[in-house]
């Protein structure tokens, strides 16, 4: 379609020129209008046919990102050219960085990173509920927009809002980190791998009181023996402590081996893994 029109244009101005050169002194030519095309909207039904809900990977937690999923129920396939996610637990706009198509009777995610988190009553006084704005164009070039409240079937957004504002509660007593070297022991003979790493708490200077009396297990590391967690009794009250975590494979891969790649991951310190 551009192709052709670019050659029509060009065609026209050398005809224009052309006749300006033959015309006698004193003559005008007239310039050429250009057509106005008007592109219609998406029809009503299109629109109605599009379901928004959230949803989170599991590797994006730690990250806060989320997922706008788009159920295109329509007849019409249609592209989702940008997604944008508001809710009163976080700041600001969460806006996808891509497009993405989302072919008639199939659903597609958008990842969004949400803002900083609004805790001590902050989301109360920002107001409002969820809502998504869906910025959609079809094959044809007809665009429309969708707005609505998105289904959250999993509470993914209250989850992660009670997970930003304990985190920020026990920030404020205390600094727990993991550290970065996790030892990994040889099972040799067919044995169960095994690992461990050390989990740290130091005391923030005039905060308050925390105490880890529980770190859980995640979908990938387990403690040793297949216990659900790991108990501890870990207090700033008495200053720096730091304890050894060993744990062993949830799983087992498809070749019988741990059903992680590349080092054990699962752990997380500011992810809500840590009961206090």
Do not use: K, Y
């Amino acid at each position: 379609m551009h192709a052709r029109a670019v050659r029509f244009v060009v065609g026209v101005a050398a005809v224009t020129a052309a006749a300006a050169a033959c015309a006698p002194a004193g003559t005008s030519v007239d310039e050429p209008t250009a057509a106005a095309t008007t592109v219609a909207p998406l029809e009503d039904d299109v629109l109605g046919g599009i379901a928004v809900s959230v949803a989170q990977a599991r590797l994006d937690r730690e990250r806060r990102v989320v997922q706008v999923r788009v159920a295109n129920g329509s007849a019409v396939d249609v592209t989702v050219v940008e997604a944008r996610l508001t809710t009163p637990g976080a700041a600001g706009v969460a806006i996808s960085t891509r497009g993405r198509a989302v072919r008639s009777g199939v659903d597609r995610d958008l990842s969004v990173a949400l803002g900083a988190p609004r805790c001590d009553g902050a989301a109360a006084a920002a107001g409002g509920t969820t809502a998504v704005e869906l910025d959609l164009v079809d094959d044809d070039g007809r665009t429309g927009a969708w707005r609505g409240t998105p289904d959250d079937p999993n509470g993914v957004l209250a989850r992660i809002h009670r997970e930003d504002c304990a985190a920020a509660a026990v920030a404020s007593g205390a600094r727990l980190s993991l550290d970065p070297h996790v030892t990994v022991g040889d099972p040799g003979g067919g044995g169960r791998l095994t690992g461990s790493v050390t989990l740290r708490l130091e005391p923030v200077p005039g905060g308050p009181r925390v105490e880890v009396v529980r770190v859980d297990g995640t979908t990938l590391l387990t403690p040793l023996g297949g216990a659900a967690s790991w108990p501890l009794a870990l207090d700033s009250a008495a200053g720096s402590a730091e304890v050894t975590l060993t744990f062993e494979p949830a799983r087992r891969g498809p070749d019988g081996g741990p059903g992680w790649t590349n080092g054990p991951r699962g752990l997380s310190v500011a992810g809500g893994r840590i009961a206090v």
